[in-house]
């Protein structure tokens, strides 16, 4: 833990306005009373097994009867153990059997304009040459499966394939560098990688292919590398028996691979994250309960409808993406739209346009986002017609309230409830969030634990703190989209979120429930910062900068950020006795290449040493004061050396 201790951050906004939510929207909702909910709550909690049992018959499909619902053998748990369910076959046969075959899954658009609609028929028949390929291939079972890809259909049907044959995958967001992907490679044991030759991002082209093959030289594992032509980069390397296109080994094979019975708890993929040290680590989910997780709660909290058109503005890189673009709402057997590219590409309406040319209902979109199309103009927003939406979602970090009554207003021409849905990769879904049908919201508060959520929130002795009392979020009990382990760590997993108190799981978030009962995420307990709705570990940072030849020590904070929600803010100290912008840039660009863009310091201080206590820890409260321009307060009697704060002072001057 670091030096945000819980108690300091008792303090939060008083926000008292209430949104009720529109009598309308309780006309056929999911879930459309009060008391159905209590109902839902009180089963979930106190007959668990009951409960979870009676959802599972009814929302997956079984090969194979489960026995038990719920193994509990704190902090490992084991859901409908014994049976046989498959996450490609809930999301595509099971659909077509129920005769949604012929309903739009995916409605695409290119960062280009170019468009393509897939069909629940048309998604599994792709899905199926997938699987045969990548069997084919050489991939089995319980083998990891790195994908590195544009946001195109062929990134959701790689997932599936894998889903498919019972190979696990380990999506890594397109933005990540050569490093990054040799690093999870690495640590996955990854046999093949699928990426494309490039990606569009702001009608520019970046060559994915040509990082890939950086990557590969430092990926021993790694025997084939399959590649989809996307932006048909002429000079695209392909290395001669390992690398091999899509449609040469894809577009031949049949149509019909019958989904893999899996057991339940056959991992389903790792996601890696960050946490607080270095290295970032592999989450690993599992089959049945997460596919449940992620279905249920996207019908609760989408409220979803046969004849919504839902979109999640997430990439597939992030466990939005897995959860809300693959597979919730496919197991839900909903009509989503999928974009390829960037917000403000050709113009700041991109979103907008998209909305009203695809008539969406349902929009789940991030506050980093939300902030910049505050900034970007309202001119942008009022040329179109938003009249479709129904219901908006937000998601990566705490919504402030001024974003909120803007998304409230301005896109959600105040009839819209806003579900603000709180939760983590290692939940595999939302665990908190307004139900819009039922729940009045607050701006800034995500309100409610779902069904099977039971909340608590603790001390750093892990008593109990009350409510209206800030202190560490903790749940209570197994739900079944929980993770399940870190992969190759279980070292890491038990004392990364068992080890405060026995068998609660610890988010690492700080939390406060005032006396509503209503939830406010206070931020990180730990050493991970949040911009723009990415985590990124300071450690992480501080790691690549120090890798620097000219580096000494770093010491990386998070700085508020009016769009991003964080900015990364690096203190360094160096060997050259007169730094200055070049080498700035050239650290920049050095973790640029080491982690990736979203990992680059806004503002790099060069100072003569880093402030740290007499025990070494450096001291990040201190150094969070001076990168957000405060007068650094609080207890400095531990500092080291003085004179370096005073420095740090005068070049804030
Ligand atoms: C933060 C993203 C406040 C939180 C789904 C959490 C939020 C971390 C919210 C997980 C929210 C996410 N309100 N904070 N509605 N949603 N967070 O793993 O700190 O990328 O622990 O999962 O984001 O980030 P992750």
Redo the contacts with the bound molecule.
Sequence with gaps: MTDTAAGQVDHVLAEDRLFPPPASFAENAVVATQQQYDEMYARARDDRDAFWKEQALEHLHWFEPFGDVCQWDAPHAKWFVGGKTNASYNCLDRNIDQGRGDRAAIIWEGEPGDTRTLTYNELKSEVCKCAAALRQLGVQQGDVVSIYMPMTPELVIAMLACARIGAIHSVIFAGFSAESIADRNHDASAKLVITSDGLYRRGKVLPLKKTVDEALEKSPTVEKCLVLRRTGEKDTPMTKGRDVWWHDVVDSQSDDFPAEPLDSETTLFILY?SGSTGKPKG?RHTTAGYNLWAKRTFQWVFDHRDDDIYWCTADCG???GH?YIVYGPLSAGATCLMYEGAPNYPAEDRFWDLVEKYKVTVLYTA?TAIRAFIKWGDEHVEKHDLSSLRLLG??????NPEAWMWYHKKIGGEKCPIV????????GG?M??PLPAITATKPGS?TKPLPGVVPIIVDETGAPVGKEHGGMLCIDQPWPGMLRGVWGDEQRFIETYWSLVKGKYL???NARCDSDGYYW?M??IDD?I?VS???LSTIEVESALVSHESVCEAAVVGRPDDIKGQAIAAFVTVTDPNPGEELRQALRQHVRKQIGALAQPDDIRFTAAVPKTRSGKIMRRLLRDIAAGHEAVGDTSTLEDYTVLAKLREQDA
Excluded: A, K, L, Y
Excluded at 394 to 399: D, F, K, L, T, Y
Excluded at 421 to 426: D, L, S
């Design positions: 994250t989450i992030w466990i939005t959860s506050p937000s998601v990566g970090e705490g919504i603000d849905t709180w939760w983590q990769t290692e939940t939302i908190m969030s995500c988010t690492g978030d995420i931020g990180r991970v949040n709705g990415h985590r």
